[in-house]
């Protein structure tokens, strides 16, 4: 009997293989998982999906406005480079112009000092001829009043009469320039 008895129970024991889910257990995990997947389908994922959409929309929104502001950078560095050159140029010209006017400055003053110089020069010359004929007439006025005197002593008789005086000395003095005194 024991047989009989052991039989029912081995086959119940054969019939429920831990590996094989029962039937039952099936069905209720796929009505369970289609609850699941209908609440997750329903609320879950249309927010997944707004925030995914708003965060796409943010980033080629950010991307559009890093785009554009790179845009306007890129117009202003050509625009500071431009007034760079430009003012470059301007500095250069500015420097020419400088140069040009210090030549101009210097060449101008070169002249001041040749013509400062010349008159400088020919004051001088004015002023030591002055000075030479006050020198030849005071030189004149004593050679003749010494030759006056030496004529005097050597003729023996006074020339104190200026119009005889005055043609001894002049006679004398002529004599000198001549290069030939005392041939008269």
Known sequence: MQALTASPVLRAAEELNPLIPHPVEIVLSIVVFAILFFAVKKFVVPSFEST???????IE????????????ADAKLAELEKQLADARHEAARIRE????QGATIVAEMREQAQTEA?????????????????AVTSLRAE?????TT????IVGESLDDDARQGRVVERFLADLEAGTPGQN
């Open 52 to 58: 995914f959409a708003d965060r796409t929309t943010a």
């Open 61 to 72: 929104g950010g991307l559009a406005a890093a785009e554009t502001k790179q845009a306007e």
């Open 97 to 100: 112009e400088a140069r040009e």
């Open 118 to 134: 010349s008159r400088i020069v020919d004051h001088g010359k004015a002023q030591i001829e002055a000075e030479r004929q006050q």
């Open 143 to 147: 050679v003749g009043t010494l030759a």
């Open 150 to 153: 030496l004529a005097g002593r």
